[in-house]
C-alpha cells in the first residue's frame, strides 16, 4: 500500500537539489537563459516540483516565502516538517510517501487543495488552521474511525474528498454517512454525489445530525462569545484598563489575604467589608470609563497625525510627479534631437545642456525632499508634545484615583482595628462569641498579635493597590516610548528610500545619456 524504501540513498533537500529543480523547472526562453546566468532567487519561485527525489526529511525550504504550489509526492519522507515558512502555499502534494500522522500544518492558511494519498496516516486531525480547504485526498491510508469523519464537518469550503482504500470504505453506511454528515460535498472518490442519494442519506441520519447540530450550534454560541469577550478585553488593555470595571482589583486583595479573611469572621466587619466593597468598586469603574474615553482621545490624535502624515507625502510626491513629467517631456525631445544632429560640437553643447537639466531636476527633487523632512519633523514633534501630554494628564488623574482607593483602604484599616480591638477586650472579659473558628480566636491572645494582623493585612491590600497603579504608569509610558520611537524611525527610514529613489532615477537618465555620448562619439 505504501511507497517502500528503495535501495538508493535517502537525500537531504539541500541547495544544490533545489537550485537543480528550479533551474529545470524555470523558463525555457531568453528569460530563462538569463536567470540561470544570473541566479534565481527562491524567494521568486511560484511553483516547485520535488517528486522522485528520495526525500526523507524535509527540509530548507524556508527561502521559498512566496511558493504556491509545493510537489514532494514518491520520496520516503515520514513526517510533515519544515513547511511553516510557506504561508502562501495554495497546493500541497504529499502523496505515496511514508507519513503516518498529520502534522506541521498550522500555518498553511491559504492552502486549498492537500494530497496525502498512499500513505499510513489513521486518523484525521490537525487540519484546523486549513480553514480554505477544498480538495482533500487521504485515500490509500489506514483510516478505520467512521466518527472521526465528523472531524471534517468544521471545513465548511471542502467539496471534494477522497477516502477510497481506507478500511471505513468497506463499511456498508460508508457513502451514506459521508453524505448526510458532510453535506456540502460535492465529489466522493472521484464521483459526483447524486442529489437523491443525498437526501436519502439525510432522511437516514436526520435525528443524529439534529443533534449535532444542535450541540454546534451551541458550542458556536459560546465560541462567539469567547471571542467577543477577548476582544473586549483586548481593547481594555490597550486603554490599560482591564478588570477595572468590576470588583477584580478588590478582590485580588483578599485572594492572598490570611489574616483579614479570618478578621471578616469579627462581628460588624461584613458590614464594613460590604460598603468599603461598594465604594472601590466605584472608583475603580471610575477610572476604567475614564481609561476608555482617553484611549479614544489618544486614538483620535493618532489617526489624525497618520492622515497629516500621509496628506503630506502624497502632496509632495505629486508635486515631484509633475517636475519628473515635465522634465521627461523636455529630456525625450533633448535625446532625440541630438541622436538627429550630426555636427559634434551641436552635439556636445545638447549633451551638456541635457545634464545641467538632470542635476537641477536633482536638486529639484532634493529641495522637495528636504521641505517634506522638516514639514514632517514638525508634525512629528507637534504629535509627540500632544500625545506625551495626553499621557501625562492620563497618569495624573489615574494616580487621583488611585488615591482615592488608598484613603478607602486607610479608613478600613482604621474601623477595622477598632473593631478588633474591641473584641480583645471582649476575649479578656470571657464575652467572645462562641461561633469564631478557632484560628480566629487564636489572634486574640494578646494586642500585639491582633494589631499585627490588622496591620499584615492592610500592607496586602496597599501593595495591591500600588502594584495595579505602577503597572499601569509602566505600561502606558512604555507605549508612549514606543510609539514616539517608531514614528521618528519610520520617517528615517521613508526619508533614506526617497533619497535611494532619487538618486537612482537620476543616475539611471545620467548613464542614459552618458551611453548615448559615447555612441555619438563612436558614430
Not at 526525500?55 to 520520496?75: A, G, T, V, Y
Not at 529630456?331 to 552635439?347: G, P, T, Y
Request: include cysteine.
Amino acid at each position: 500500500m505504501n511507497r517502500m524504501y528503495t535501495s538508493m540513498e535517502p537525500r537531504v533537500i539541500d541547495d544544490d537539489m533545489l537550485k537543480v529543480a528550479v533551474g529545470e523547472q524555470g523558463p525555457r526562453e531568453e528569460a530563462g537563459q538569463l536567470a540561470k546566468q544570473e541566479g534565481i532567487l527562491f524567494k521568486d519561485v511560484i511553483s516547485l516540483q520535488l517528486d522522485f527525489q528520495n526525500i526523507l526529511h524535509i527540509d530548507n525550504l524556508w527561502q521559498f516565502e512566496n511558493l504556491r504550489k509545493l510537489q514532494l509526492d514518491n520520496n520516503i519522507i515520514e513526517r510533515i516538517e519544515g513547511l511553516e515558512n510557506l504561508v502562501h502555499l495554495v497546493w500541497l502534494d504529499l502523496s505515496f510517501n511514508n507519513i503516518e500522522a498529520i502534522e506541521g500544518l498550522d500555518t498553511l492558511v491559504n492552502l486549498e487543495d492537500l494530497s496525502l494519498f498512499n500513505n499510513r496516516i489513521s486518523k484525521i486531525d490537525s487540519l484546523d488552521a486549513l480553514v480554505k480547504l477544498q480538495v482533500l485526498s487521504l485515500g490509500n491510508n489506514q483510516i478505520d474511525n467512521m466518527m472521526n469523519l465528523i472531524y471534517l464537518r468544521k471545513f465548511k469550503c471542502l467539496r471534494t474528498l477522497n477516502l477510497s482504500g481506507n478500511p471505513i470504505a468497506e463499511a456498508e453506511d460508508y457513502k451514506m454517512f459521508i453524505y448526510a454528515y458532510l453535506p456540502d460535498l460535492v465529489y466522493l472518490d472521484f464521483r459526483r454525489i447524486d442529489d437523491h442519494a443525498k437526501k436519502m442519506a439525510e432522511m437516514k441520519h436526520q435525528y443524529s445530525i439534529d443533534e449535532m447540530k444542535h450541540r454546534e450550534n451551541q458550542m458556536q454560541i459560546k465560541q462567539e462569545e469567547e471571542q467577543a469577550r477577548r476582544m473586549k478585553l483586548e481593547e481594555h488593555k490597550m486603554a490599560f484598563v482591564e478588570h477595572l470595571d468590576d470588583s477584580y482589583l478588590f478582590d485580588s486583595m483578599y485572594a492572598e489575604d490570611v489574616e483579614g479573611n479570618k478578621l471578616s469572621y469579627l462581628p460588624g466587619v461584613g458590614d464594613l467589608l460590604a460598603t468599603y466593597k461598594d465604594k472601590f468598586v466605584i472608583i475603580c469603574v471610575n477610572i476604567f470609563e475614564y481609561g476608555l474615553r482617553q484611549q479614544e482621545k489618544r486614538k483620535i490624535e493618532l489617526d489624525t497625525f497618520n492622515e497629516c502624515i500621509q496628506e503630506a507625502i502624497q502632496e509632495n510626491q505629486e508635486e515631484g510627479r509633475l517636475k519628473i513629467a515635465k522634465f521627461e517631456e523636455k529630456h525625450f525631445m533633448n535625446l532625440n534631437s541630438i541622436r538627429e544632429e550630426s555636427d559634434l560640437l551641436n552635439i556636445e553643447k545638447k549633451i551638456m545642456e541635457c545634464s545641467e537639466d538632470i542635476t537641477e531636476l536633482f536638486n529639484v527633487l532634493m529641495t522637495l525632499e528636504m521641505q517634506l523632512v522638516e514639514q514632517l519633523e514638525e508634525t512629528i514633534n507637534m504629535f509627540e508634545r500632544n500625545i506625551i501630554d495626553l499621557v501625562g494628564l492620563f497618569i495624573e488623574n489615574v494616580q487621583g484615583f488611585m488615591a482615592q482607593c488608598r484613603d478607602l483602604e486607610n479608613h478600613h484599616h482604621e474601623k477595622l482595628l477598632e473593631i478588633a480591638i474591641n473584641t480583645l477586650e471582649k476575649t479578656a472579659k470571657g464575652e467572645i462569641d462562641d461561633d469564631l473558628p478557632e484560628d480566629v480566636r487564636a489572634l486574640f491572645i494578646d494586642k500585639d498579635t491582633v494589631v499585627n494582623a490588622v496591620g499584615a493585612s492592610h500592607d496586602i491590600h496597599l501593595l495591591k493597590i500600588d502594584n495595579r497603579e505602577d503597572e499601569l504608569v509602566t505600561r502606558v509610558n512604555s507605549w508612549c516610548t514606543h510609539l514616539v520611537d517608531k514614528i521618528h524611525k519610520d520617517e528615517i527610514m521613508r526619508n533614506r528610500r526617497r533619497v535611494k529613489e532619487i538618486n537612482q532615477y537620476i543616475d539611471h537618465m545620467q548613464n542614459e545619456l552618458d551611453n548615448l555620448e559615447c555612441v555619438d562619439i563612436v558614430d
